[in-house]
């Protein structure tokens, strides 16, 4: 079961990815390097287009097709799944608090996601 708004896109489309690119660069007030996966919007002509007209201050890295090891979020599902083995949640409600728990105590412990991309080989340095 779908929980959303009805009428609302599940996800991003390429406008909106380019309204949040706009509004990134309009708060930040600088260069902005993004690095995207394959996902079909990421790939769209409209999206394609809408990188174009901001070479000036977006620079564009695309992964390979199928790069898990180049993804720190691979790393993180990877850990998010060790920890739901042998669960046996009583429905999906269940499953979703204890997943969004398991998330949210990751997003505190800094070490296990700095290890998530180190993993992939990037560095991380201070601008």
Request: net charge positive.
């Amino acid at each position: 079961m779908r929980r959303g708004r009805r009428g609302e896109p599940k996800g991003f489309t390429a406008r909106t990815y380019a309204r949040l690119l706009d509004a990134a660069h309009a708060q930040l007030g600088g260069q902005i390097v993004l690095v995207w996966d394959n996902d079909r919007q990421h790939l769209s002509r409209v999206m394609r287009d809408a990188i174009e007209t901001r070479t000036s201050w977006l620079t564009v890295f695309h992964l390979p097709a199928y790069a898990p090891e180049l993804t720190p979020a691979e790393g993180v599902w990877s850990s998010l799944r060790r920890g739901l083995a042998n669960l046996a949640p009583r429905g999906i409600d269940q499953l979703a608090a204890i997943v969004k728990t398991k998330l949210k105590r990751m997003q505190y412990h800094h070490g296990l996601l700095d290890g998530f991309i180190t993993e992939t080989g990037f560095v991380l340095e201070p601008p």
